[in-house]
Each structure stands twice: as C-alpha cells, then as structure tokens.
C-alpha cells in the first residue's frame, strides 16, 4: 500500500498537509520539459507526492522518471511553494495542502518513454513559447524561472 493511500485509510478525504517534488529539467538550448497530463490535458512540470522513507530529490528523480522516462542526474533547489493558493481538492473530493518543492536540473539522460498514464506527451519548450494550456498552478513556477528569481521560498 503506498503512502498516500494508508494516509487516506485513516483520514478519508480530510485535508491533509502533502509534499510534492518536481523539477525543472533544462536542456542545452535552455528550454524547459513539460508534460501533456492525462488528467486535465495541459501541460505542466513533471513531478509528483513524496512517498514514506524517500528524500525530496529522490521523489522529483522517480516522478520525472515515471512520467517522462528521463533519469535525472544532479539536482540545484529552486524554490519551496506553500500557501492556500496550493491547497487543492481533488476530482474524488480528497483535500490536501501542498507544499511544492522544485529544483532544475541540466544534467539527465534517457529517451521519451512514459512507464505511467499519466502524461500524453512530453517535449522540451523555449522559455519564450510556452504552450497556452499550462496547469494553472504550474504558472507561477514557470514565471518565477523565467524572471530568474530562484531560490523562491513563498
């Protein structure tokens, strides 16, 4: 059973404090990887809740594995996210309040191959051409890497 399952075992759908991990994966032209979702159809950052007994850079490497392929190598901290404006209600009515944790990283290997079904797509995008469908709350991340303000704590 994973965490996040035995934690709802207990709690039901009560709002519950939950850790995300994502990152910023850059390429050699300083373009940024985003995901196609299957759950909403726009695009976002790969990432993902922090599992029991993992780190927060072990929980952005899985994910971005998991939903990508691409296996993530060293790891710089951009920014940790928290606030109402995180907290979230989920389709089946779980509540949670997220705390976001990103780093960037340009150093990855591996080809496109999605071991989940969770993303559709994945492509890398010019900081300057982003596609219009960005998952809302990914906005501001992306906002914050293109005005260069790392490290973000908010």
């Known amino acids: 059973m994973d965490y996040i399952t035995y934690l709802r075992s207990m709690?039901?759908?009560e709002k519950v404090?939950?850790?995300v991990c994502g990152a910023f994966v850059i390429d050699s032209s300083n373009r940024v990887l985003l995901q196609l979702r299957s759950d909403t159809n726009e695009?976002?950052?790969?990432g993902g809740f922090m599992e029991m007994n993992e780190n927060v850079e072990d929980t952005a490497r899985r994910e971005t594995k998991e939903e990508t392929g691409l296996e993530l190598g060293e790891l710089e901290l951009f920014g940790v996210y928290s606030g109402p404006h995180l907290h979230k209600t989920f389709p089946n009515g779980d509540q949670a309040a997220l705390v976001q944790i990103l780093f960037t990283c340009r150093d990855y290997t591996g080809t496109f191959d999605y071991e989940d079904k969770e993303t559709l797509d994945a492509k890398f995008?010019?900081?300057e051409e982003l596609p219009e469908n960005i998952f809302e709350k990914h906005r501001t991340f992306l906002k914050d890497l293109i005005e260069k303000k790392p490290p973000v704590i908010g």
């Open 11 to 13: 709690v039901g759908k």
């Open 17 to 19: 404090l939950m850790t």
């Open 43 to 46: 695009w976002g950052l790969p």
């Open 125 to 127: 995008f010019a900081l």
